[in-house]
């Protein structure tokens, strides 16, 4: 028997890349002092300002992250129309040792993304889960071959200034924090401006 050809049937796109430089200090010293100003999450605390993106200290970063928005537009949504993603709400996530960020999705959002301000790479993770939910007949797993068939969930490793992007509809948390720094990330929602649909066909949709 020739080896099988085993294929990937519809994958989750998790757009993972570096902003290809560090941060400035104005920019930290900006997304340090919003510790002051923060509201309870369950598991840690976020930024009060939930648009926080709209800050002219973060102007730069703002750039950076439409730029990228914009590569995985085309790179892998494709549209034929003339469209575009924007950022709608933006804001601040601190998860000190022993917290966590709860398992969630993003309704109202296209795509969403993450971007680490401070991130311990041997520690900090992302935790993404099948949305299938669960599997009706699971038989227990060699625990030396988990694989992205046989996984109900699966983790990526992330380090200061690591930018994700992926489906709002995925679903996502953050494990209790190990290591001694405080985890800072930069949570970001997007949303389609421009057509979409065909006018001759009755799905147009101008945004």
Known sequence: MKEPIIQNLFPTPVY??????????????FVYNQKNFTVKNDGNIS????????RKELKNIKKIIDSVCKDYLQRIICPKENLELYVTQSWLNFTEQNQFHHKHEHPNSVISGVLYFDADEKNDLIKFFHPQKYFNIYPTINDKKWNLYNSTSW?????TVTLILFPSSTTHQ?????????????AFNTFYKGTLGQNKDLTELIL
Do not use: P
Request: charge should be positive; aromatic fraction near 10%; glycine fraction near 2%.
């Open 16 to 29: 993972m890349t570096d902003i290809n430089r560090s941060f400035t200090k104005k920019e930290l010293d």
């Open 47 to 54: 930024s009060a300002d939930n648009y926080i993106l709209n």
């Open 155 to 159: 983790w990526f490793s992330v380090k």
């Open 174 to 186: 953050v494990d209790i924090k190990k290591g001694n720094n405080t985890r800072i990330s930069l």
